[in-house]
Nanobody
Framework: VQLQASGGGLVQAGASLRLSCAAL????????LGWYRQSPGNERELVAH??????????MYADSVKGRFTISRDYARNTVTLQMDSLKPEDTAVYYC?????WGQGTQVTVSS
């Protein structure tokens, strides 16, 4: 599966950004599709992911982004969107879309104080 990410950029603290990722190829709704991030000197970490579990969706967020970030997924279009609000300088990182073992190309998010 190929993942194409878009969005990101440079914003001031408190602003919002939206990241989008499109999966090219067949993916399963019951497998997580989501976002990781990596800042210099740190390991890549899960930001959020979403998948269908029965008739409901299951979402997972890193504690550091709960209440500020929202992940949504369009199962018909195989896309996932990360709405990032109230951004903080510590959110600065390269953000990667991930599905199973496939990674997107990474998109830079920089939040200035």
């Amino acid at each position: 599966v190929q993942l194409q990410a878009s969005g990101g950029g440079l914003v001031q603290a408190g602003a919002s950004l939206r990241l989008s990722c499109a999966a090219l190829g067949s993916i399963y709704a019951n497998r997580p599709l989501g976002w990781y991030r990596q800042s210099p000197g740190n390991e890549r970490e899960l930001v959020a992911h979403r998948y269908r579990s029965g008739v409901r969706d299951t979402t997972m967020y890193a504690d550091s982004v709960k209440g500020r970030f929202t992940i949504s997924r369009d199962y018909a279009r195989n896309t996932v969107t990360l709405q990032m609000d109230s951004l903080k300088p510590e959110d600065t990182a390269v953000y990667y879309c991930k599905y199973e073992t496939s990674w997107g190309q990474g998109t830079q998010v920089t939040v200035s104080s």
